[in-house]
């Protein structure tokens, strides 16, 4: 069949959940069989995430080509086990870039670029990008922030034209907020009736209304509604407060959503969607009696999306081994040797993040000593990997100035350092190891139990890399390296064989972690915390 794009806007107020929507529907489509990708437009002037403080934007989500992008590519694949790239997340900046560059060229053979055609023709082409690979039935694109934002118009003619173009192969969905008054105790529509408003006052009229809310609305109130919205009846449905975003895609399902939207664009919907081990996941997930205890130990703990893929990882984790996951939030500037002990004695596991930068890493050292020491099951990514290197150079190696070159340029120990042929590049993201990579398990390690196979492929997120000088001093000491990538012969995986499970990996393996294919790695080190936990 042709393919058909689903476009996902929003209104009312931003962080309603236009991502997990986009998620639940994509994975709705996809139990029935067809084959579903989404797409994130973001409207600021960024070229991508990567450079963007956690503080404005939370996690930087990587795909396997190696293209930093919007933390809700990581629900779109944690809810659909579909690989994301470059083309499924626009910002912006990319669009203008493209732009300027075909005119530096001369494309437009010297017409005045304006924003209608260029701008929107250059959205456009990105929109149909994946669809025009042929290997999809169905593109859904999330436009970024709010209808009324000068930044998203754009984005939105472009929408307008696009569903005069596509016809029946178009539909919007629409997602308001619908709050509640306390004082009066009641549901207000007259939000929503202003943002369906400003999205016809740019010729757009919603074919689906999903109302985010807290409270049950009535049918009578949906019906008021979709009367005032020119929306039908049936395609005017509420998105109330969930104890967990994987219960979404069911709560959709359950007011037929998918085949309203299979109806609405020419698609006879046949049986139900196959969903049985999703619901089993739910079901594990709902029947968990007792708790594990997760320490993460970063510098950006006080935000809630800043080690977004690294909590998912670890309750699907938990999740599968029938516990409910408890996550601690340590921040590394604030602990140290005097309160090492009150702060982490508790845990059943610890997990030193990732991150760039001198701040918090001291804390980091602290952290990692303690759990060596008390044997606790302890797991460092990235950063928290090269953090465990350091740690170990220092204390047990004895060379009390190890260090990265990141933190200081001169140290004399450079147990972490830039390889050779990166040193000379100024470009930040020159230097950086983005993507997936091959990396080859030693038999018998750790890792390559939790994997249940030698060679794997992971995502990674990095400039500085292990010093191999060093290899053969950290393996008599105990610290092995268990994983590399063949081709350079990078260390890639860490561990000490001596302790219950104390492991690092270069790469980041939460980004590969989804609902129906949870990481190895973090299955593995779930199972160990639990172990432990037993044992108190």
Known sequence: ????????????????????????LACLLNARGFRVTIQKFDPYINIDPGTLNPYEHGECYVTDDGHEADLDLGHYERFTNVHTSRANNVTTGRIYQAVI??????????????????????????????????????????????????????YLEAVRQLRWELGQNSLCVHL??????AAAQELKTKPTQHSVKALQEVGIQPDILVLRTEKEISPEMRR??????????????????????YKVPLMLHSQHVDETVLRKMGVTPEGEPHMQPWLDFIDKMDNATET??????????????????????????????????????????????SNADELLAGMDGVIIAPGFGQRGIEGKF????????????????????????????????????????????????NVI?????????????????????????????????????????????????????????????????VGENPAAKLVEVVEMPSKRWYVGTQYHPEYSSTVLS?????????DAAIAYHNTK
Not at 1 to 24: D, P, R
Not at 141 to 149: A, M, N, Q, R
Not at 518 to 526: C, D, E, G, L, N
Request: with cysteine.
């Open 1 to 24: 069949m042709e393919t058909k794009y689903i476009f996902v806007t929003g209104g009312v107020v931003s962080s309603l959940g236009k991502g997990i929507i986009s998620s639940s």
């Open 101 to 154: 560059d075909k005119e530096r060229r001369g494309d437009y053979l010297g017409k005045t670029v304006q924003i209608v055609p260029h701008i929107t023709d250059e959205i456009k082409r990105n929109v149909k990008f994946l669809g025009n690979t042929g290997n999809y039935d169905f593109i859904i694109t999330e436009i970024g922030g709010t209808v009324g934002d000068i930044e998203s118009l754009p």
């Open 176 to 181: 308001t907020y619908v709050p509640f008054i």
């Open 224 to 245: 008021k509604i979709a009367l005032f919205c020119n929306v039908a009846p049936d395609a005017v449905v509420q998105s109330k407060d969930v104890n967990s975003i």
């Open 292 to 337: 594990v205890t997760i320490g993460l130990v970063g510098k950006y703990v006080e935000l809630q999306d800043a080690y977004k893929s690294i909590s998912e990882a670890l309750f699907h984790a938990a999740t599968y081994a029938s516990y409910k996951l408890r996550l601690v939030y340590i921040h590394s500037e604030k602990i140290d040797d």
């Open 366 to 413: 602290v952290a990692l000593k303690w759990c060596r020491e008390h044997d606790i099951p302890t797991f460092g990514i990235c950063l928290g990997m090269q953090c465990m290197v350091i740690e170990f150079a220092r204390n047990v190696l004895g060379l009390a100035d190890a260090n990265s070159t990141e933190m200081n340029h001169s140290t004399t120990h």
């Open 417 to 481: 350092d830039l390889m050779e042929e990166q040193k000379n590049i100024s470009n930040l993201g020159g230097t950086m190891r983005l993507g997936a990579y091959d990396c080859r398990l030693r038999e018998g390690s750790l890792a390559a139990k939790a994997y249940g196979r030698l060679d794997i492929r992971e995502r990674h997120r990095h400039r500085y890399e292990f010093n191999n000088d060093y290899r053969e001093r950290f393996e008599q000491a105990g610290m092995e390296c």
């Open 518 to 526: 949870p990481s190895p790695i973090f299955r593995s080190f779930v």
